[in-house]
């Protein structure tokens, strides 16, 4: 846990400390992230025809955007202006994915991809920095993590009713997105970003530098897919089958 | 089971099992043959940094069928569980994740409908016969695998006893190692039926125990002929 704030700094001027950096492109992913589930929830409302769906789909859009902003405060109070870049490597393809199924106008692949792939990467990866991260950092990563497994729970009785009604076409899809989606996100949290820079670190890499605050993709990945794993299980999926298919994904 | 595996598929879904056997891996060379089997022939195998990097993450699951069969053709269904333990974390200083890690794995057996689960060597050695410490079991039977061996044990004795023309009921029954699981499974099964029990413990203080509650238990022995000439008795 260290200091964020140097203490030789003036009364009112932020001195980010050496690690602030780092932090920097942390809250930076984070920020993209919540403004991405924003627009997906936003674009998942205009394809709900029950008034109550379309009022909680738009709820869930503020709330993530609310989410966005209070990471950006928090970069903030660390003296960090955190960017955003929601055409950033990764988070397009993501964003793509999502954008067939809304053109589609499939409602529960909508949900696949954001509360069970998009959402478990979030809260996984949330608790793991709310862990390392120093004070009020922390705690909102904290927080927040603990916002989204809400969302997940919600999401996962819709879900399972879906897939009592035909488990084999179910299972297919979320199969077929999961290929599109969690290749993409394990690329993301890949040890290097051999395939090309994410787009959101301000200058290098911060993967190699993330010991320093705490953290290593090997957990942030571990972490990730295994909460992934275990919102498959609970909605019903055979953990045999999901367990070959986190198996075969890219490293 | 006396009978041969017949199939190992990886890909049928659970849907009601007659057995599961609860294991873990312990090398990871074992671990790296079970990630290549997952992930195919078809893909690059993983490098043993990512293997030694993934594998704890992995929370316990079925891994795979298998399918056995007895010689009067009678099949069996079952699966096996991985509690995913990595190998280098085998020591006493991980023994409460790995105790969560079978838990987890015998309430997987559960769920799938096992109607038996057997727990791996390794994974009877964490819940010490304690079956408490696992999961409501609801209508699953968990063995450590050394029920079994005492039965054949037992069946044994009956058989020799019967070839050398001798009765159980006139006989003293001694018993080396009875503080171990085995030793004192085939004391508890064989009391009711003998004339009296010896035993020469590997571990005194476990015999002295057991031999007060054998004693203990002595009334319970109705089909013992001669309760009265009844003895247990360690011998050094």
Known sequence: ?251 | MGGAIAGVNGRTRETGVDFALIGHQESWRAAADVVAVLRGADRAPLPDEEIREIFPWIPSRAVCHVEVRSATGAKARGLYIDSFIPPDRLDGAFVHDNISRVRAAAAYAINAGAKIVSLGGFSSILIEGNFDQLPDRRDTVFTTGNTLTVGFIVQGVRKICKIEGRTLRDSTLLIVGASGDVGSGCARCMAPFVNGLCSAPAIRTGCTCLLRNWKQAEPMCESRPNSSTFRVEPIS
């Not at chain 1, 109550?52 to 960090?80: M, S, V």
């Not at chain 1, 393809?93 to 999502?98: H, L, V």
């Not at chain 1, 969690?182 to 530098?209: F, I, N, W, Y």
């Open chain 1, 1 to 251: 846990m260290e200091s964020l704030v140097a203490l030789n700094c003036t009364e009112h001027a932020v001195c980010p400390s050496p690690n602030a950096s780092i932090w920097q492109d942390i809250l930076a992913q984070a920020v993209t992230g919540e403004l991405m589930a924003a627009m997906n929830y936003t674009a998942l409302s205009t394809i709900c025809h029950d008034p109550h769906e379309i009022a909680e789909a738009q709820e869930h859009a503020q709330g993530e955007q609310g989410h966005a902003a209070t990471f950006a405060a928090e970069g903030r109070k660390i003296g960090l202006d955190v960017p955003s870049n929601i055409n950033a490597r990764y988070w397009k393809r993501i964003r793509e994915a999502f954008m067939r199924c809304i053109a589609e106008r499939d409602f529960i692949a909508c949900l696949i991809i954001q509360e069970i792939m998009l959402e478990s990467f979030a809260v996984a990866s949330y608790t793991r920095v709310g862990k390392a991260g120093p004070g009020s950092l922390g705690q909102t990563f904290a927080a927040i993590a603990a916002e989204e497994e809400e969302h997940i729970g919600h999401a996962l009785d819709i879900l399972r009713v879906e897939r009592a009604r035909d488990p084999r076409q179910f299972d297919d899809k979320v199969y077929r997105l999961h290929l599109d989606v969690m290749t993409t996100l394990t690329q993301m949290v890949a040890k290097e970003c051999r395939h090309g820079q994410c787009d959101l670190c301000h200058s290098s890499c911060v993967k190699p530098s993330l010991s320093e605050v705490g953290l290593t993709t090997a957990e942030l990945r571990g972490a990730s897919l295994q909460h992934y794993l275990r919102t498959l299980d609970a909605l019903g999926l055979p953990g045999e089958v999901t367990l070959q298919w986190v198996a075969q994904l890219p490293v």
